[in-house]
């Protein structure tokens, strides 16, 4: 089972960017869709992005599209989230999860993703 540690949260003013990083042990990570969820105090956990194990189909909520881009660098067992033009709600706790299958579910719903990392806190603030 993959073991996945979230890291590159902080505190930033609107406009401004993050790079979050989800590095990976355990099994390989080449074969599989890793997805990036978050959740604000109060809300339910919603999907963010999804990349598939080859990077050939990357998937975002409305909510971050054009904003946000989703790496990974299967050699370094990471996945990355670049964050721009971060609003005040974006702010929320964020997690990577692997799906165990190598392409991304037609829906990011967090039901579909089996193993989570702790979370990062991000806030927009000024």
């Known amino acids: 089972q993959l073991q996945l540690v979230e890291s590159g949260g902080g505190l930033v003013q609107p406009g401004g960017s993050l790079r979050l990083t989800c590095a990976a042990s355990g099994l390989t990570l080449t074969y599989y869709a890793i997805g990036w969820f978050r959740q604000a105090p109060g809300k339910e956990r919603e999907g963010v992005s999804c990349?598939?194990?080859?990077?050939?189909?990357?998937k975002y909520a409305d909510s971050v599209k054009a904003r946000f881009a989703t790496s990974r660098d299967n050699t370094k067992k990471t996945v990355y989230l670049q964050m721009n033009s971060l609003k005040p709600e974006d702010t929320a706790v964020y997690y990577c999860?692997?799906?165990?299958?190598?392409?991304?579910?037609?829906?990011?719903?967090?039901?579909?993703?089996?193993?989570w990392g702790q979370g990062t806190q991000v806030t927009v603030s000024a």
């Open positions: 999860a692997v799906t165990y299958q190598s392409g991304c579910p037609r829906a990011l719903e967090p039901t579909v993703f089996t193993s």
């Open positions: 990349i598939s194990s080859s990077s050939s189909i990357i």
